[in-house]
């Protein structure tokens, strides 16, 4: 029996490349690699003719098949609920834009069957970003990897291919927040990487903030994967208050061998200043954790499915209702 190659590729707004994506994409997997497949296109409600152009897709070849979430979810859900309604021994994740390779996949193929369980792409370089975007990436990737408690491979994006026991284990894991990388990590198994360029994109803008976004995703991912910077404040709480302590020591003995001390109105300004900014610092990190538990707790479900095309309703319905 043939196996099943699931392709999953969240979409918003992203007209201009989902026929270009398929040519490419289709070319590739029909290009010898001894597998049958599908292409799961998951769709967050885009306001041009994407979803259109899908369907479209779909009237000429049955293997595509698209997922329309009820509302923006974003891509880290979107890219969840293709993984969880994916039916292939193995599942590759890639971006609509192209900058991701398809002609990429048969050498992750080829890693699998080796018994790689993950084979996740490395870019070397990353044509078509912004030097702030690549000055954010750089330091991103090196904070989590000291302080992540997971191995995040650096420069890696959601570009991989995950057996079919890899993707059932992340499925399994609970987390309202979808950090691909560092859920992948967390599950473990065999895994190894293959690196590559990465191109501009094949056409349109990217529709999110280059920089901010990146650093969203950052957060997410040291929030999610690194007690740290909870450590952080309590070190740096302990620190200050032996300095606190030494000072004041300090200035005893300078006041008992009789130095006169003017008033410092400066001075204190400026301590109460910065020691009230680590204070709101402090706060804002401790908050982030907070509301990160709050959000496991009301487990909402991740996505909503609002119509499929090419899954049975009743098992869209089945698998939407797993959180």
């Not at 923006?72 to 192209?98: E, H, S």
């Not at 599950?187 to 529709?207: I, L, T, W």
């Not at 606190?244 to 008992?256: D, P, Q, T």
């Not at 954790?289 to 009743?314: C, H, N, T």
Request: net charge neutral; glycine share 10%; hydrophobic share 45%.
């Amino acid at each position: 029996m043939t196996q099943l190659l699931s392709v999953v590729i969240p979409v918003y707004n992203e007209e201009e490349n989902v026929d270009r994506a398929y040519e490419r994409l289709a070319g590739v997997l029909d290009g010898g690699l001894g597998l049958d497949w599908e292409l799961i296109f998951i769709a967050d409600p885009s306001t041009d003719r994407t979803e259109e152009l899908i369907l479209a897709l779909r009237e000429r070849d049955e293997r595509v098949k698209m997922l329309r979430l009820s509302r923006r979810f974003g891509q880290p859900m979107a890219t969840l609920a293709g993984l969880q309604f994916a039916g292939g021994d193995a599942v590759v994740v890639i971006d609509c834009d192209m900058q991701d390779p398809p002609e990429l996949i048969p050498t992750l193929v080829e890693r699998w069957r080796e018994g790689f369980e993950v084979v996740y792409a490395q870019r070397r370089t990353r044509a078509g970003e912004t030097l702030p975007k690549r000055v954010v990436a750089w330091l991103g990737y090196r904070i989590m990897t000291r302080i992540a408690e997971v191995d995040i491979p650096p420069n890696t994006g959601d570009f991989r291919l995950l057996s079919r026991r890899v993707v059932d284990n992340v499925l399994a894991l609970k987390e309202s927040h979808g950090f691909l990388r560092g859920l992948v990590g967390l599950v473990g198994f065999r895994q190894v990487s293959v690196q590559y360029n990465r191109d501009p994109r094949a056409a349109g803008q990217s529709k999110y903030s280059q920089t901010f976004g990146s650093v969203l995703i950052g957060l997410n991912g040291i929030i999610g994967f690194s007690r740290y910077p909870l450590q952080l404040i309590s070190l740096s709480g302990i620190g200050f208050a032996f300095f606190a302590f030494a000072l004041s020591i300090a200035y005893g003995a300078l006041k008992l061998a009789g130095q006169n001390f003017p008033v410092g109105n400066p001075t204190v300004v400026i301590v109460v200043a910065f020691f009230s900014g680590l204070q709101m610092l402090s706060l804002g990190v401790i908050g982030e954790y907070v509301g990160r538990i709050y959000d496991e707790a009301r487990q909402r479900p991740k996505f909503i499915i609002e119509s499929s095309y090419g899954l049975a309703e009743g098992d869209v319905v089945r698998k939407a209702a797993v959180r």
